[in-house]
């Protein structure tokens, strides 16, 4: 059973406009969650966090927005570059600090288009 | 900033035969390292978190004698899949936490297995 879930498979979105990058998760003991870019055959690098006693984490041009009650998080990239192309996942984790082992959702494929 | 290498970086071999892939973390020490596996178009699915200088603790259904993992060192772990079997074959990462880098696991760049 996916614990944590990315409903888009892919995304298209035009360079300079807003990404909405899109994660659902069921364990409400999820406690930590993350966002990481991986291209094909490489490791997944990270990109931003957020903790579950806070609604929204900022870093340049990436946001990160938590709704707890809803067990949802989005991932907001703008302005689109064609460098963000790439596979993104979500990951949760019930501790943070790197303790446990990673969730990870089945990834978003977004393609910028220029 | 924090490095974690995999060897090798891809691998064929024969099924039966037994494979080791190496994670290294290159410039922090790691207490801490995991195991993940991916198979096409699916998510990172978490194998083990592995421990230097103890046992490692395997997910559920993943079996412990066909997955060994060894963390003999505090920037060392290493994956041996025994007896590999076609339905092995699969992208297999690595991650170590960084202790100095609060609510970070660096990840490895991945070693594809294909067992024929």
């Known amino acids: 059973d996916q614990q944590v879930k990315q409903n888009s498979p892919s995304l298209s979105v035009q360079e300079g406009r807003i990404s909405i990058l899109n994660c659902d998760y069921t364990?409400?003991?999820?406690?930590?969650f993350l966002w990481y870019k991986k291209y094909p055959a490489e490791g997944p690098t990270f990109l931003i966090s957020i903790s579950s006693i806070k609604d929204k984490n900022e870093d340049g041009r990436f946001t990160v927005f938590l709704n707890k009650s809803a067990k949802h998080l989005s991932l907001h990239i703008v302005p689109s570059q064609p460098g963000d192309s790439a596979v993104y996942f979500c990951a949760a984790s019930e501790r943070g600090g790197g303790a446990d082992g990673l969730t990870f959702g089945k990834g978003t494929h977004l393609i910028i288009q220029p | 900033g924090a490095v974690v290498s995999q060897h090798p970086s891809w691998v064929i071999c024969k099924s039966g035969t037994s494979v080791k892939i190496e994670c290294r973390s290159l410039d922090f020490q790691a207490t801490t390292m995991f195991w993940y596996r991916q198979f096409p178009k699916q998510s990172l699915m978490l194998m083990a978190t592995s421990n230097e200088g103890s046992k490692a603790t395997y997910e559920q259904g993943v079996e412990k004698d066909k997955f060994l993992i060894n963390h003999a060192s505090l920037t060392l772990s290493t994956l041996t899949v025994t007896s590999a079997h076609p339905e092995d074959s699969s992208f297999y990462i690595c991650?170590?936490?960084?202790?100095?880098?609060?609510?970070?696991?660096?990840f490895g760049p991945g070693t594809r297995l294909t067992v024929l």
């Open positions: 364990n409400s003991m999820f406690d930590y």
């Open positions: 991650s170590a936490r960084d202790m100095g880098s609060y609510n970070e696991q660096f």
